[in-house]
């Protein structure tokens, strides 16, 4: 059984900084881009950041470049997004998501076919 498993979020200061975390369960982690989205209530579901299988390749929001970095570790099955400079606009659920169905780093919702449950970060101003 996949099971994407996301940690991290909570309420932070405007300007804060949060790690989350995405612990991959039950397939082969090194062989799938990561990507993570978010969901503020009453928005649809976006895009954040995603990683490629090797960690070669990212790609940002522009709304998130040079605030967030991705990041990966597959010898702990586990994938990271490092938020800096936190704004109140970053308010949302945080998903993580795995694919191996393209080449490179996928950014749209329906080029995922794992989810995790998300995780909330709240930003006060």
């Known amino acids: 059984q996949v099971q994407l498993v996301e940690s991290g979020g909570k309420l932070v200061q405007a300007g804060g900084s949060l790690r989350l975390s995405c612990a991959v369960s039950?397939?082969?982690?090194?062989?799938?881009?990561t990507g993570w989205f978010r969901q503020a209530p009453g928005k649809e579901r976006e895009f954040v950041s995603a990683?490629?299988?090797?960690?070669?390749?990212?790609n940002y929001a522009d709304s998130v470049k040079g605030r967030f970095t991705i990041s990966r570790d597959n010898t702990a099955n586990t994938g990271y997004l490092h938020m800096n400079s936190l704004k109140p606009e970053d308010t949302a659920v945080y998903y993580c998501a795995c694919t191996s169905r393209y080449g490179t780093t996928p950014v749209r919702v329906i080029d995922y076919d794992y989810w995790g449950q998300g995780t909330q970060v709240t930003v006060s101003s």
């Open positions: 039950g397939l082969t982690f090194r062989i799938y881009h």
């Open positions: 990683i490629s299988w090797n960690g070669e390749v990212t």
